[in-house]
């Protein structure tokens, strides 16, 4: 499956941005995604993940209570509703794609990778 993010830009502190992961290529609904982020200097990390049906949803704690990952399989697309966003959420974001016959409840070794896209958030 082919990912393209997008969404980011450019935000103040305390606003918000919707990221959005379009697949295409396969069947989006058979793979759990998820949402991760890297920082200049900093290594990649998890963010949110979602399983296939949309059910069961992941989140790091940094994010938790302020960030929603959602999806729409009928569009083939994967939503990131990011509130109250810090300077330190400033990062490339990705999103990402694990068939379900590999998922075990974790996002460890996806599968799919898709181009990021900049969020950066000022103070």
């Known amino acids: 499956v082919q990912l393209q993010a997008s969404g980011g830009g450019l935000v103040q502190a305390g606003g918000f941005l919707r990221l959005s992961c379009v697949g295409s290529g396969r069947t989006f609904s058979r793979y759990a995604m998820a949402w991760f982020r890297q920082a200049p200097g900093k290594e990649r990390e998890f963010v949110a993940g979602?399983?296939?049906?949309?059910?069961?949803?992941h989140y790091a704690d940094s994010v938790k209570d302020r960030f929603t990952i959602s999806r729409d399989n009928a569009k083939d697309t994967m939503y990131l509703q990011m509130n109250s966003l810090k300077p330190e959420d400033t990062a490339v974001y990705c999103c990402?794609?694990?068939?379900?016959?590999?998922?075990?409840?974790?996002?460890?070794?996806?599968?799919?990778w898709g181009k990021g896209t900049q969020v950066t958030v000022s103070s």
């Open positions: 979602i399983s296939w049906s949309g059910g069961s949803t």
């Open positions: 990402a794609a694990k068939d379900r016959s590999n998922f075990q409840g974790d996002y460890a070794d996806m599968d799919y």
